[in-house]
């Protein structure tokens, strides 16, 4: 049956409400009750009797998107392990000694944030406190560390297969492409986009652009020179003290081998458990991938626990109500999948992308404009909401099929949808990152936002420019493109007129 018109209503109702309510589970929720009223003809008893049976119960209890929620909650207590552990300040003291001029603080904070890739709102947690009194010491300023911290958390993130991110967004890109009977794994397509992913690997590479060439523009600019004007505290000091309790557990007792062994540990049982079937070079099967990152994480969490009760950092009971706080922490991304899954199902039943599709073939839109177009509107959404995750789950049951039809190259298309929603994430002001940022670096939130915009717009339309090159062209020559064009802006950067934004 054709739906026409009526099959929009579900994503935009979840797009409006998103944008309005800034609250995407219930937005998605929403979405879901008017695409099975479409469908039960408008009575409402069979509505809720359908969204509940033929959609939250059959994406519960499908195998794949089970195995997802289960490594999803693994993963979470793993990190709430790793963010509390005091590795991760353990290893800042360690190299707080030879961190002495303003390239070496800026590489170094950009460096932690790549290394904290497994959270990315533990990075402006975890390296904003660890880097500011540095930053105050050499007279960089607050609104620096913010965009640093801010530029390497879901930039990062989003480029990784193995955490929370990549297994969200995979299970996203599989309910697409079982709908769609593609035959490509989940894996792989995530994979093959990440050359594609230009909006993060522009946001990555421009912060030791910046440093090394000192080329600072726009409110950044206006900020640095503020800084520098300032008197230094004479009782500033990098303070790395925690309080011991009286059986002598204190975070002072962490070691910078807490950080880095039991990332090798998931690491190690990732390859042990898929390098008989050619990891990472063949294509492994989702589900051994899927119990093998599990398997992983859990001896990973295991081991990091050993070494918080071993080096007297928590007892037990304390270290163990901190991996049961990470499983609980997983609980929103749960439902969030649950209900994108069924939304997504519920799409694809109505054939709102195949309305979308034929509506742009009518009026003759090029298919090689695909890209750019999700790549800006899911920006648009995702500035709107502040939420990129919302956004991906809103954007891949369109975009997928809109690629399926114009012939586009899926990852493409998929890395289109992560770069927007990124992009808007990355300007919006009602961010978490965006907020978690500021308060990392104590920079005032509508300084941050100021100061980063410039260049996030920068990096936003250099990205725009590199998908509309890569729909014609389908290569990902696009991504060199836009990261050789962003190397010449920085170097004219401080010639740029002072704009107030």
């Given at each position: 049956?054709?739906?026409?018109?009526?099959?929009?209503?579900?994503?935009?109702?979840?797009?409006?409400?998103?944008?309005?309510?800034?609250?995407?589970?219930?937005?998605?929720?929403?979405?879901?009750?008017?695409?099975?009223?479409?469908?039960?003809?408008?009575?409402?008893?069979?509505?809720?009797?359908?969204?509940?049976?033929?959609?939250?119960?059959?994406?519960?209890?499908?195998?794949?998107?089970?195995?997802?929620?289960?490594?999803?909650?693994?993963?979470?207590?793993?990190?709430?392990?790793?963010?509390?552990?005091?590795?991760?300040?353990?290893?800042?003291?360690?190299?707080?000694?030879?961190?002495?001029?303003?390239?070496?603080?800026?590489?170094?904070?950009?460096?932690?944030?790549?290394?904290?890739?497994?959270?990315?709102?533990?990075?402006?947690?975890?390296?904003?406190?660890?880097?500011?009194?540095?930053?105050?010491?050499?007279?960089?300023?607050?609104?620096?560390?913010?965009?640093?911290?801010?530029?390497?958390?879901?930039?990062?993130?989003?480029?990784?297969?193995?955490?929370?991110?990549?297994?969200?967004?995979?299970?996203?890109?599989?309910?697409?492409?079982?709908?769609l009977s593609i035959n490509l794994s989940d894996y792989?397509?995530?994979?093959?986009?990440?050359?594609?992913?230009?909006?993060?690997?522009?946001?990555?590479?421009?912060?030791?652009?910046?440093?090394?060439?000192?080329?600072?523009?726009?409110?950044?600019?206006?900020?640095?020179?503020?800084?520098?004007?300032?008197?230094?505290?004479?009782?500033?000091?990098?303070?790395?003290?925690?309080?011991?309790?009286?059986?002598?557990?204190?975070?002072?007792?962490?070691?910078?081998?807490?950080?880095?062994?039991?990332?090798?540990?998931?690491?190690?049982?990732?390859?042990?458990?898929?390098?008989?079937?050619?990891?990472?070079?063949?294509?492994?099967?989702?589900?051994?991938?899927?119990?093998?990152?599990?398997?992983?994480?859990?001896?990973?969490?295991?081991?990091?626990?050993?070494?918080?009760?071993?080096?007297?950092?928590?007892?037990?009971?304390?270290?163990?109500?901190?991996?049961?706080?990470?499983?609980?922490?997983?609980?929103?991304?749960?439902?969030?999948?649950?209900?994108?899954?069924?939304?997504?199902?519920?799409?694809?039943?109505?054939?709102?992308?195949?309305?979308?599709?034929?509506?742009?073939?009518?009026?003759?839109?090029?298919?090689?404009?695909?890209?750019?177009?999700?790549?800006?509107?899911?920006?648009?959404?995702?500035?709107?909401?502040?939420?990129?995750?919302?956004?991906?789950?809103?954007?891949?049951?369109?975009?997928?099929?809109?690629?399926?039809?114009?012939?586009?190259?899926?990852?493409?298309?998929?890395?289109?949808?992560?770069?927007?929603?990124?992009?808007g994430d990355h300007c919006s002001p009602i961010s978490?990152?965006?907020?978690?940022?500021?308060?990392?670096?104590?920079?005032?939130?509508?300084?941050?936002?100021?100061?980063?915009?410039?260049?996030?717009?920068?990096?936003?339309?250099?990205?725009?420019?590199?998908?509309?090159?890569?729909?014609?062209?389908?290569?990902?020559?696009?991504?060199?493109?836009?990261?050789?064009?962003?190397?010449?802006?920085?170097?004219?950067?401080?010639?740029?007129?002072?704009?107030?934004?």
């Amino acid at each position: 049956m054709n739906y026409g018109i009526l099959s929009l209503l579900p994503p935009l109702l979840a797009v409006i409400l998103a944008i309005r309510t800034k609250n995407v589970i219930f937005s998605l929720f929403c979405g879901g009750l008017i695409g099975a009223l479409i469908l039960c003809g408008g009575n409402p008893w069979l509505a809720i009797k359908s969204v509940i049976g033929d959609y939250y119960f059959v994406q519960m209890t499908d195998s794949y998107n089970a195995g997802v929620i289960v490594l999803i909650v693994f993963i979470g207590g793993f990190i709430k392990l790793m963010e509390d552990s005091g590795g991760a300040q353990a290893f800042a003291k360690s190299v707080n000694h030879f961190v002495n001029t303003k390239l070496k603080a800026q590489l170094c904070a950009w460096l932690g944030g790549i290394v904290i890739f497994f959270s990315d709102l533990g990075t402006p947690l975890l390296v904003g406190p660890l880097f500011r009194p540095l930053f105050d010491k050499l007279k960089i300023s607050r609104e620096k560390l913010a965009w640093i911290l801010d530029s390497t958390s879901s930039p990062v993130a989003i480029l990784i297969p193995f955490i929370g991110w990549g297994v969200y967004i995979m299970g996203l890109i599989q309910a697409e492409f079982e709908n769609l009977s593609i035959n490509l794994s989940d894996y792989d397509a995530f994979i093959q986009a990440i050359p594609f992913q230009v909006y993060a690997l522009l946001a990555i590479l421009m912060i030791p652009l910046v440093a090394i060439t000192g080329k600072d523009f726009s409110q950044m600019k206006k900020a640095e020179e503020r800084t520098q004007e300032k008197p230094l505290d004479a009782q500033l000091e990098n303070d790395f003290s925690y309080p011991v309790d009286e059986k002598g557990y204190s975070l002072g007792n962490a070691k910078p081998i807490m950080v880095i062994l039991p990332i090798i540990m998931v690491f190690a049982t990732l390859f042990i458990n898929l390098s008989p079937q050619g990891f990472p070079f063949a294509k492994i099967g989702g589900n051994d991938f899927r119990i093998a990152l599990t398997m992983g994480y859990f001896l990973g969490a295991i081991l990091l626990f050993a070494m918080i009760v071993g080096f007297k950092v928590k007892n037990v009971k304390d270290a163990f109500d901190v991996y049961l706080k990470g499983l609980k922490s997983m609980t929103d991304v749960a439902i969030t999948l649950i209900l994108a899954w069924s939304l997504g199902a519920m799409i694809s039943t109505l054939g709102t992308a195949d309305f979308i599709i034929q509506g742009l073939q009518n009026i003759h839109f090029s298919g090689a404009l695909i890209p750019a177009f999700i790549f800006l509107f899911g920006a648009f959404v995702s500035f709107s909401t502040g939420s990129s995750w919302g956004t991906f789950a809103i954007m891949m049951p369109l975009a997928i099929p809109m690629a399926h039809t114009f012939g586009i190259s899926y990852a493409i298309c998929i890395a289109a949808v992560l770069s927007g929603g990124l992009f808007g994430d990355h300007c919006s002001p009602i961010s978490d990152t965006t907020i978690l940022s500021s308060t990392g670096a104590e920079c005032d939130l509508v300084e941050h936002v100021k100061t980063q915009l410039p260049y996030a717009l920068i990096n936003g339309i250099l990205s725009f420019i590199a998908f509309i090159i890569a729909g014609i062209t389908g290569s990902a020559f696009s991504t060199l493109l836009a990261i050789v064009a962003l190397f010449f802006v920085i170097i004219i950067g401080n010639k740029m007129k002072k704009t107030s934004i």
